[in-house]
């Protein structure tokens, strides 16, 4: 059974940037999946907040364009969100999450806290 470790996050002032990161615990194991970044603020949905293809495409939704950045390193068996310039808003619980051909995985979740 494979697992998913995030790392990351934290508490940070406006403006400021965090990077979350996500690994496999199988190795060779991400590329053929999917992946992607999900938030839940308090009191909210979960929704998505980032998407990596398997060739490396990305999409962003919200407002987070522009400010985010997900990417993947197969090797590594990780995916990673980079986030600048973060926003009061932004505050939630970050979840990656690697799906295809049937499968669907998510990471135990990591908090993410943007106050002065």
């Known amino acids: 059974q494979v697992q998913f470790v995030q790392s990351g996050g934290g508490l940070v002032q406006p403006g400021g940037s965090l990077s979350l990161s996500c690994a496999a615990s199988?190795?060779?194991?991400?590329?053929?999946?999917?992946g992607e970044w999900y938030r839940q603020a308090p009191g909210k949905q979960r929704e998505l907040v980032a998407t990596?293809?398997?060739?490396?495409?990305?999409n962003y939704t919200g407002s987070t364009e522009g400010r985010f950045a997900i990417s993947r390193d197969n090797a590594k068996n990780t995916i990673y969100l980079q986030m600048n310039n973060l926003k009061p808003e932004d505050t939630g619980v970050y979840y990656c999450?690697?799906?295809?051909?049937?499968?669907?995985?998510w990471g135990q979740g990591t908090q993410v806290t943007v106050s002065s």
């Open positions: 199988r190795s060779s194991f991400i590329s053929r999946y999917t």
């Open positions: 990596i293809s398997t060739r490396g495409g990305t």
């Open positions: 999450r690697l799906w295809g051909y049937g499968a669907d995985y």
